[in-house]
């Protein structure tokens, strides 16, 4: 069964721009959650959706969105780029829809100038 | 706010050594711990621990969860060089209101295995 997919892999972008990154969880599962990994922050969770349904939302300003289709694949967007947006960003996906473990993706290295 | 702390921060052994990693956690409506090892890429899943003081194995790595004194271990017994890596523990409540999906890590713990 093939894991997690994130497009692109690496990204390069410049303040102010936006940003759409994808994720394609495990076939059947329907839950994701997206984390920003940096390394003075550590992994934060960003938002979980379920059934087309964001259920979840970190601490994370509005200029971070996403949303999921009928398939379960998932994007999210980051508006207004800053320099502090640069971090690896990490989707995972779960079976369960009542906390199941979850399996993380390869994630994109956002890098923002 | 839920909290996780792993300790030490970083760990150097060499080979063959054995090695106990902490994790204590504060959250709300727990459910379960996880274990993660993170490499130069994404976090790869290796124990989920929802009841207290069952051992689950995989090999070499074991670990145990205390809910009484809302900790966790991960012992990794006869290292390998192939065991550096970062691993990070992860607290998950019962999923529910403003809980759906949401782990809360700790700063990981380096392991660095010298040959």
């Known amino acids: 069964k093939a894991g997690v997919t994130q497009t692109p892999r690496y990204l390069i972008k410049t303040r102010g721009q936006q940003v759409t990154l994808s994720c394609s969880p495990i076939s059947g599962h329907r839950s994701v959650s997206w984390y920003q990994q940096t390394p003075g922050q550590g992994l934060q969770f960003l938002f979980e959706y379920f059934s087309e349904t964001q259920r979840n939302k970190g601490n994370f300003p509005g200029r971070f969105s996403g949303r999921q289709f009928s398939n379960s694949r998932s994007e999210m967007n980051v508006s207004t780029l800053e320099l502090g947006d640069s971090a690896l960003y990490l989707c995972?996906?779960?079976?369960?829809?009542?906390?199941?473990?979850?399996?993380f993706g390869p994630g994109t290295r956002l890098t923002v100038t | 706010e839920d909290k996780v702390v792993q300790s030490p921060l970083s760990l150097v052994v060499h080979e063959g050594d054995t090695v106990t990693l902490n994790c204590s956690y504060e959250v709300t409506n727990f459910r379960s711990l996880l274990w993660y090892k993170q490499e130069k890429k994404a976090p790869t899943f290796l124990f989920m621990l929802t009841s207290s003081g069952i051992e689950k194995k995989s090999g070499r790595l074991s670990s145990i969860l205390d809910k009484k004194e809302l900790f966790s271990i991960l012992n990794i017994t006869a290292t390998q060089t192939g065991d550096s890596a970062v691993y990070l523990c992860?607290?998950?409540?019962?999923?529910?209101?403003?809980?759906?999906?949401?782990?809360?890590f700790g700063q990981g713990t380096i392991l660095t295995v010298h040959p």
């Open positions: 995972a996906s779960s079976l369960l829809d009542l906390a199941g473990e979850q399996y």
């Open positions: 992860a607290g998950l409540p019962n999923a529910g209101g403003t809980s759906y999906g949401k782990l809360t």
